[in-house]
């Protein structure tokens, strides 16, 4: 069996432990002192399973390092390991406080997700390639990593061996693979691999065939369109009054109507009349924005950086003409220049058309159809990858590009 260095994998995590234990215990006592409980010898038995519950989750994900889905799975072991304390804890006739645990649950999910996703961040596996014809493109696209030509090489100090499914899925290195799988090496083909490693797809070698979901991905498609609905109500009290006081302003300083209606391509190549907010002065629109463009209503510049001008966008939302994260839209013009240049262009109508996006948060704002194109390897790395995983870490992305302004015009 392989040996791993725990500790070494633990270390990452330990801030938001820590910080999950003690957060917890201050919160599970302050309920208590305010309901004037007197029971010191059950209040430090319950802090102390608060305090060693994050670690016991912590080495849960830990064996599970290699999931594809660190948000999910961290939620999830989470869940287990909290309700196995509090029925261990109920179950030892331990006087608890339902409420402050229900309080705790919260802080102890968003400390796991988040070291969750720090250890996956930390970790460097050892890579090695079996060798085959192209092994030498492969690697140099990889980077470089170690090529095994022998059969009877020593793979244990690998976590992850790179095959070509074409030259590998056979009787002749079935021995080898096997060998692999029985010391904990995790065996990936090299493109994929190459693909996960730059987060987008190859373009050229894509085809429609690659598109194979899997269950938990085909119910979250279904589900998405609920979450979508649930998000703009949710926000609405918020979105309501703002979008109201953007509007008046641009009323205010540039008459004319306060929305601007673009025909984009949507879901199946359907058409839609995509809302904005017209931040440029009435008559000026057209063409791409550039860097301190004097067509941008004064004050503008702020909403377009904060991406306050897309807020009506939620009314498509709601129409179910757009999504709240999928591929970006398109003008009716840009999708039939790219798909003249690239009929593969025409995949990214898949699926429901996004607020913001993978190659949003990745390659942001694109001026020329070349830049569409290669734009187009994220879109098609989303498609292919769908998962509420993938949403939360493009939602994250889009905050921190919102509050950096990051591809903004």
């Known amino acids: 069996m392989r040996r791993y260095r725990w500790l070494r994998y633990l270390k990452p995590m330990l801030p938001e432990i820590l910080a999950a234990g003690a957060l917890q215990s201050l919160i599970y006592t302050a309920f208590i002192l305010n309901a004037e409980r007197s029971d010191w010898d059950n209040l430090a038995i319950v802090c102390t399973v608060l305090v060693a519950l994050p670690f016991a989750i912590a080495l849960a994900l830990l064996g599970l390092r290699r999931q594809d889905y660190p948000f999910t799975t961290a939620v999830f072991v989470t869940l287990v390991f909290f309700n196995a304390a509090v029925a261990m804890l109920s179950g ?165 109507p306060a929305l601007f209606v673009q025909t984009r391509r949507g879901y199946a190549g359907q058409p839609f009349n995509m809302l904005k907010f017209r931040t440029m002065h009435l008559g000026r629109q057209g063409g791409s924005t550039r860097k301190n463009d004097d067509r941008i209503i004064r004050g503008c510049g702020f909403l377009r950086r904060l991406r306050l001008d897309e807020l009506p966008q939620l009314l498509n939302i709601w129409r179910g003409e757009m999504s709240l994260v999928g591929p970006r839209p398109v003008a009716e013009y840009v999708a039939q220049a790219s798909e003249a240049a690239e009929p593969k262009f025409i995949h990214r109508w898949l699926v429901v058309p996004g607020i913001t996006g993978w190659a949003q948060v990745n390659s942001g704002y694109a001026e020329t159809t070349q830049q569409e194109i290669d734009k187009l390897s994220y879109d098609l790395y989303y498609i292919k990858h769908l998962s509420v995983d993938l949403d939360i870490l493009i939602i994250l992305s889009t905050i921190s590009t919102v509050i950096f302004g990051k591809g903004a015009r």
């Open 92 to 256: 030892a006739r331990i006087p608890i406080s339902y409420s402050a645990l229900l309080t705790c649950y919260p802080i102890i999910t968003v400390a796991m997700v988040f070291a969750n996703l720090r250890l996956r961040r930390s970790l460097h596996d050892s890579v090695a390639i079996l060798d085959f014809p192209d092994a030498e493109r492969a690697n140099a696209l990889l980077g470089g990593v170690a090529v095994l030509r022998d059969k009877d090489a020593d793979i244990t100090p690998y976590d992850r061996i790179l095959i070509d499914s074409e030259t590998h899925h056979n009787p002749e290195w079935s021995g080898f693979l096997t060998r692999a799988y029985m010391v904990g090496a995790k065996i990936t083909p090299w493109i994929s691999f190459l693909e996960m490693r730059r987060g987008r797809v190859d373009v050229d070698a894509f085809d429609i065939s690659h598109l194979a979901y899997s269950p938990s991905q085909i119910y979250y498609s279904k589900a998405k369109r609920v979450f979508d609905i649930v998000a703009v109500l949710l926000t609405a009290p918020l979105t309501v009054p703002l979008g109201i006081l953007i509007w008046l302003y641009i009323r205010a300083l540039d008459g004319g």
